[in-house]
């Protein structure tokens, strides 16, 4: 059987809360019960039918025709089973997201992917801000997951990331990997001040803004673990393999915090 598929039928009036249309939420429901669940934001009540146009489908395997920065919360919660928007999507993207794959063609909202333990979600665009981070007032950004970015995220990637693994085809913006707790972090570029106030983890870029003075050189490195790394992220990412390299410059801090962090550049 061929996807279940939610067909825009014009530009939402308001911001959706798309959390509800994921499998384990939805694979006992009616084409008809599906039509009448609420995904409005505001007191016009608006339901699915009033946005999409609902086709039958495997309840595993749902896909969205046509996208909007309205959307938020897509794939929230998400456990089994794939999700594909083709167009753009709002903030908190996969947010709590325990497993299961997200694809979305277009570009994302602040917040992908916060507080997802397990499971994959790729961005074919760019990312908004905090992707990968903690949501206001929340303890933990990414927590397991893996969060693939084809173009360029916003300041504070991963922030407060407590495990799991980002891969950033593009540059990243300002403060990425502030206040990360643990995981890993490969992007082409960061912006200004990578690694602030990290306690453990790992940021590995080509290229990097000004560094905090609180990051000390560690020399260079012939690193076993990133021999390790590289063939893990080739899997998933090819292009983001060939950034670790086997002997980089390693920077390590914060020493503001816990310093236990580490920032790796290719070796000059």
Known sequence: MSALIFRLREAPPERLDLSGLVP?????????????????????????????????????????????????????????????????VGQRLGQAMRGG???ISGNAGPFAASAATAGLVRIAGHAGERAGGAT???????????????????????????????????????????????????????????????????????THGALLPSFVSTGRHRLVVAQLLRRAVAAIRPQSAEIICEQAERLAGDLATLGKGEILMPAS
């Open 24 to 88: 384990h939420r939805i694979g006992a429901l009616s084409i008809a019960e599906i039509e009448r669940l609420p995904i409005g934001t505001s007191r016009r009540g608006v339901a699915v039918a009033d946005i999409f146009a609902v086709e039958e489908g495997e309840r595993t395997d749902i896909r969205f025709q046509g996208g909007s920065t309205r959307f938020d919360l897509v794939g929230a919660g998400l456990e089994s089973g794939r999700l594909v928007v083709e167009g753009d």
């Open 101 to 103: 794959t997200i694809e």
């Open 136 to 206: 206001h007032g929340a303890m933990h950004g990414l927590d397991g997951a893996t969060l693939v970015i084809e173009g360029d995220a916003g300041d504070r990637l991963g922030e407060r990331m407590r495990r799991g693994l980002i891969l950033v085809g593009g540059r990243a913006g300002d403060y990425a990997g502030s206040g990360l707790i643990a995981g890993t972090i490969v992007a082409q570029g960061v912006g200004d001040n990578p690694g602030y106030g990290m306690r453990r983890g790992t940021i590995i870029a080509a």
